[in-house]
């Protein structure tokens, strides 16, 4: 099993400063998985609430039952890009590497944007250029396989920002964040882990491919555990 949550320990702390949640915030988490990023928002905004969006009902269920004794978080299985939310309902937009797959991004961010009240804070992180993600470059040569596009669709500033402002969307700024994504505490932990992966991808990587993964993973084994590079922009806007 992949810990996605401890993949992303330091982006997350990244997210929760930049999103800055108040006591009486109504927060909407985009992408929310098992909830970590959603459980966060509900523990900060204490006097508010936290709404959890995924389209996957599995995560969902592992995120209310992690979110026991919450009485001010909720999840809907839903996609963000088309959900009919409340208008200028949400005072804060939060989404851990969850909107990259959008077929149609200036119309998913517009409904999302209209949730926001005006003046609302919206806090993402996206990745950048595949290139520039270790993890991508090593395990796709390892395994034999080309970057998976849509995971990348929101690196370049210039096009992104014109999406977000189409969207109605204002003061974006794009912060560089520059941190080790972790796979496991050893190789063996951190093949499982991309072996996980790939078979929730319905692959199923050949003998020669998985040795070169094993190779991989060893060859970026430290004491803290195996990691890769990474290479993510942190965005931040507000509703106009």
Do not use: K
Request: aromatic share 8%; glycine share 8%; hydrophobic share 45%.
């Amino acid at each position: 099993m992949f810990d996605y949550d401890a993949e992303l320990r330091p982006h997350t702390a990244h997210l929760r400063a930049a999103a800055a949640v108040d006591t009486n915030d109504r927060v909407l988490d985009v992408g929310c998985g098992t909830g970590q990023t959603t459980r966060d928002a509900a523990r900060a905004a204490t006097a508010g609430s936290a709404l959890g969006v995924d389209i996957s009902g599995p995560a969902l269920a592992t995120a209310r039952t992690r979110s026991a004794g919450l009485s001010n978080i909720a999840f809907e299985e839903a996609d963000a890009a088309v959900h009919a939310f409340p208008a200028a309902h949400f005072d804060v937009c939060l989404s851990r590497f969850g909107t990259m797959f959008f077929a149609d991004p200036v119309a998913a961010f517009t409904n999302i944007a209209m949730a926001l009240r005006p003046g609302a804070r919206l806090a993402l992180l996206v990745w950048q250029a595949a290139e520039r993600n270790e993890w991508s470059t090593v395990i796709g040569e390892a395994l034999g396989t080309p970057p998976r596009p849509a995971a990348f669709s929101l690196a370049d500033p210039a096009s992104t920002g014109d999406v977000l402002t189409s969207a109605g969307l204002t003061d974006i700024a794009f912060t560089d964040v520059r941190e080790p994504v972790y796979y496991g505490p050893d190789p063996s932990a951190a093949f499982e882990a991309v072996m996980y992966l790939e078979r929730a991808a319905g692959t199923d990587p050949d003998p020669a491919a998985r040795r070169r993964l094993r190779a991989a993973v060893a060859g970026h084994a430290t004491p803290a555990g195996v990691t890769f590079d990474s290479r993510a922009w942190l965005i931040t806007a507000h509703r106009a």
